[in-house]
Protein backbone atom coordinates (compact mmCIF):
# COMPACT_ATOMS: atom_id res chain seq x y z
CA UNK A 1 0.00 0.00 0.00
CA UNK A 2 1.02 3.14 -0.26
CA UNK A 3 -0.14 6.80 1.82
CA UNK A 4 -1.00 9.79 -0.69
CA UNK A 5 -2.20 12.90 0.80
CA UNK A 6 -5.90 14.32 -0.34
CA UNK A 7 -7.08 17.81 0.81
CA UNK A 8 -6.87 16.90 4.83
CA UNK A 9 -5.70 13.94 5.33
CA UNK A 10 -2.90 11.04 4.24
CA UNK A 11 -4.97 7.99 2.91
CA UNK A 12 -4.11 4.72 2.49
CA UNK A 13 -4.39 3.37 -0.66
CA UNK A 14 -4.05 -0.79 -1.50
CA UNK A 15 -1.59 -0.53 -4.71
CA UNK A 16 -3.15 -4.44 -5.54
CA UNK A 17 -6.77 -2.42 -6.03
CA UNK A 18 -5.35 0.35 -8.15
CA UNK A 19 -6.49 0.57 -12.05
CA UNK A 20 -4.97 3.41 -13.38
CA UNK A 21 -3.26 6.87 -12.30
CA UNK A 22 -4.80 10.26 -13.95
CA UNK A 23 -2.54 13.14 -13.48
CA UNK A 24 -4.11 16.42 -13.98
CA UNK A 25 -2.93 19.86 -13.37
CA UNK A 26 -2.44 20.69 -9.81
CA UNK A 27 -3.53 17.53 -8.65
CA UNK A 28 -3.36 12.88 -9.52
CA UNK A 29 -6.71 11.11 -9.50
CA UNK A 30 -6.18 6.95 -8.47
CA UNK A 31 -8.87 4.95 -10.05
CA UNK A 32 -9.16 1.80 -8.29
CA UNK A 33 -11.79 -0.39 -9.32
CA UNK A 34 -14.67 1.06 -6.19
CA UNK A 35 -13.50 4.54 -6.00
CA UNK A 36 -11.24 7.92 -7.20
CA UNK A 37 -8.85 9.47 -5.11
CA UNK A 38 -7.98 12.72 -5.47
CA UNK A 39 -4.47 13.15 -4.26
CA UNK A 40 -2.54 16.80 -3.80
CA UNK A 41 0.76 15.35 -4.89
CA UNK A 42 2.34 15.26 -8.25
CA UNK A 43 2.54 12.47 -10.89
CA UNK A 44 6.42 11.89 -10.27
CA UNK A 45 5.80 11.62 -6.95
CA UNK A 46 3.05 9.08 -7.05
CA UNK A 47 4.63 7.45 -9.67
CA UNK A 48 7.98 6.80 -7.19
CA UNK A 49 5.36 5.56 -4.78
CA UNK A 50 4.09 2.71 -6.93
CA UNK A 51 6.41 -0.41 -7.81
CA UNK A 52 7.65 -0.02 -10.63
CA UNK A 53 7.53 -4.15 -11.15
CA UNK A 54 3.72 -3.63 -11.36
CA UNK A 55 3.01 0.05 -12.62
CA UNK A 56 4.75 1.95 -15.48
CA UNK A 57 4.13 5.04 -17.34
CA UNK A 58 2.59 5.06 -20.71
CA UNK A 59 1.46 8.87 -21.20
CA UNK A 60 2.45 12.13 -19.76
CA UNK A 61 -0.90 11.87 -17.78
CA UNK A 62 -1.29 8.26 -17.13
CA UNK A 63 0.11 5.38 -14.97
CA UNK A 64 -1.50 2.12 -15.41
CA UNK A 65 -1.08 -1.21 -13.56
CA UNK A 66 0.25 -3.86 -15.58
CA UNK A 67 -1.98 -6.78 -14.89
CA UNK A 68 -4.84 -4.67 -15.27
CA UNK A 69 -4.13 -3.94 -18.97
CA UNK A 70 -6.80 -5.90 -20.89
CA UNK A 71 -5.70 -5.23 -24.36
CA UNK A 72 -3.17 -2.93 -26.31
CA UNK A 73 -4.04 -1.78 -29.70
CA UNK A 74 -1.54 0.68 -31.71
CA UNK A 75 -0.74 3.80 -29.63
CA UNK A 76 -3.98 3.01 -27.05
CA UNK A 77 -4.11 1.04 -24.00
CA UNK A 78 -7.77 -0.93 -22.72
CA UNK A 79 -8.28 -0.84 -18.86
CA UNK A 80 -11.18 -1.53 -17.03
CA UNK A 81 -13.48 0.25 -19.30
CA UNK A 82 -10.94 3.31 -20.23
CA UNK A 83 -9.32 3.61 -23.73
CA UNK A 84 -5.79 5.36 -22.77
CA UNK A 85 -3.20 7.04 -24.90
CA UNK A 86 0.14 5.78 -25.12
CA UNK A 87 2.44 8.12 -25.41
CA UNK A 88 5.21 8.17 -27.93
CA UNK A 89 7.91 9.29 -25.77
CA UNK A 90 7.16 5.91 -23.00
CA UNK A 91 6.31 3.48 -26.10
CA UNK A 92 9.52 1.57 -26.36
CA UNK A 93 9.82 1.34 -22.37
CA UNK A 94 6.24 0.11 -22.60
CA UNK A 95 6.62 -2.80 -24.92
CA UNK A 96 10.07 -3.95 -22.79
CA UNK A 97 8.38 -4.02 -19.60
CA UNK A 98 5.26 -5.95 -20.38
CA UNK A 99 7.62 -8.23 -23.31
CA UNK A 100 9.24 -9.24 -19.52
CA UNK A 101 6.59 -9.67 -17.83
Known sequence: HIFVKTEY????????????VEGMQNYVTIYTANEKIITLQTMKKTEEQLPSSQFIRVHKSFIVAINKINSIERNRIQIADQS??????????????????
Not at 9 to 20: E, F, G, P, Q, S
Request: aromatic fraction near 14%; hydrophobic fraction near 40%; proline fraction near 0%.
Open 9 to 20: KLVRVNTADIIY
Open 84 to 101: IALGETYRDTFYDAINNT
